[in-house]
């Protein structure tokens, strides 16, 4: 279904188990009132990482909520560790700030499960996320990830990637492809994982007509930029609807093998 963030997107969200697994692990979140859009890949298997998944989207959601109704003194004490001379209006921008609290918080959870189930340290239940968070009062909006989940925002028939990768192929990539390639899906960071998570965020000012595509790697390990890219211009052209939109992403990966579960936000500023 296609909903309205408080007047400024439309959006809509779909999840797939693809072809190969049994058990869908992925999880999204649309707060249309908090201008929130949030993709969580989980991992673990027998771990739960449906349940992680599912726990970080809505634990960043219910943090995210907190400040919208004013109440930050938990948030403060606990999560920003502000100094005694310093209030949230001090910061540079407040809402990067807010947000790595959230992931932090979200990961305090995970964390916590996991060494009550006895897991050691880097295994368990773990979860990428990839979010974005709309300001009301502008197009600008605060872009996250920990994980290979991935934000892209297309515009003027170009589809342009603004997360990077936290995974060993990465890491390839940026060192000069040296040696033989890692596999796709070994993650540098996840939440979950240990006690502290490093999150990226980051301040992106979008335009009427702009799209953004939040979407697990069960969607861009199938199908390369460039065939995104050119799907989108084609039904871009054509004025199709967002959820048909979403739809044919999702087919487009399980033509492709669907080796993972796909989950996409589609969000159009309009």
Known sequence: MVKAVEGFLQTCGLSDVG????????????????????????????AAGEVASRQAAEAIRAFLGQTQVGDLSDITEHDLVLDAERTLEDLPHPGLDIIKAAAQR????LYAANQEKGWPTGQGMGTTVVGLWAQS?????????????????????QLLRLTIDHSLYQLWLDSGEIGRAPPLNQLTRALGMSPQVSVDSRLYTFSTGDMVILCSDGLNAMVPDALIEEALCQMDRARTPLQAIGERLVAMANDR??????????????
Do not use: K, P, Q
């Open 106 to 109: 979200a990961n305090a959870i």
């Open 257 to 270: 093998g669907g080796c993972d579960n796909i989950t996409v936000i589609l969000a159009r500023y309009v």
């Open 137 to 157: 009062t502008s197009n600008e909006s605060v872009v996250f990830n920990i994980g290979d989940s991935r934000l892209y925002v297309y515009r003027n028939e």
């Open 19 to 46: 072809r190969e697994r049994s058990l869908n692990e992925d999880y999204f979140c649309i707060d249309e009132t908090l201008g929130l859009l949030v993709v969580a890949d989980g991992m673990g298997g027998h």
